[in-house]
């Protein structure tokens, strides 16, 4: 089993739905939390990055961890076509050296 | 440059032959990563520099993956000879931090698409 765990999709909504992507992990050392956005062909790009629980909100995203459950989400408001990507959970223990540990993505792709 | 620069950003290779894939980190930045990023998946590590010294080789998957970062700042992984197993993207990225650079600090390069056949 995964150290991070996500569901990859596909996932399809139209213009301007809140979208919802989750992750799950399994090691209570994770203390940083990421959301990266990568575009078909390219690196992925940080979106959102939270430490520890609660909630941050920045525009239309919203990231929320919940260290208790060990779940963390990345909400979408009003989601145009241009979300349209994979999007990437990303976990960081605090004692490594900057590895990161990903879920496998979630490819998301918004119709207009 | 303005980002992570990776070349070649695509190589096909037959099975047995060796390559060598470059990455430019962001000027002055210490810290350098590898990551490799199979169809479908997210990216997996595979190690880790400060400045020249590699700090963290835990993630390379055989002996035949090498990777250096002699003057600490450009970076070269070496497959030796490669096998279909290997296709994947090969993501590098770099941070302006030393020890222990938080997630916000680390940036992506666009990846090297290594295809064996």
């Known amino acids: 089993q995964k150290e991070v765990e996500q569901d990859p999709g596909p996932l399809s909504v139209p213009e301007g739905a809140i979208v919802s992507l989750n992750c799950t992990y399994s090691n209570s050392a994770f203390q940083y939390f990421m959301w990266y956005r990568q575009y078909s062909r390219k690196g992925p790009e940080l979106l959102m990055y939270?430490?520890?629980?609660g909630n941050k909100e920045d525009g239309r995203f919203t990231a929320q961890v919940d260290k208790s459950s060990k779940y963390i989400s990345l909400f979408i408001r009003d989601s145009q076509p241009s979300d349209s990507a994979t999007y990437l959970c990303?976990?960081?223990?605090?004692?490594?050296?900057?590895?990161?540990?990903f879920g496998r993505g979630t490819q998301l792709t918004v119709w207009p | 440059g303005a980002g992570v620069s990776q070349s070649p950003r695509y190589k096909v290779a037959k099975r047995g032959q060796d390559v060598a894939l470059r990455c430019d980190p962001i000027?002055?930045?210490?810290?350098l990563f590898w990551y490799q990023q199979a169809l479908g998946q997210g990216p997996e590590f595979l190690t880790y520099?400060?400045?020249?010294?590699?700090?963290?080789k835990s993630g390379l998957p055989s002996d035949r993956f090498f990777a250096e970062r002699p003057e600490g700042s450009v970076s070269t992984l070496k497959i030796q000879r490669t096998q279909q197993e290997d296709s994947a993207v090969y993501l590098c990225a770099s941070s302006d931090r030393g020890l222990n650079p938080s997630g916000n600090t680390i940036y992506f390069g666009e990846g090297s698409w290594l295809t064996v056949v």
């Open positions: 000027s002055g930045h210490v810290s």
């Open positions: 520099f400060q400045n020249e010294a590699q700090l963290d």
């Open positions: 939270t430490y520890s629980s």
């Open positions: 990303a976990m960081k223990r605090g004692s490594t050296l900057g590895r990161l540990y």
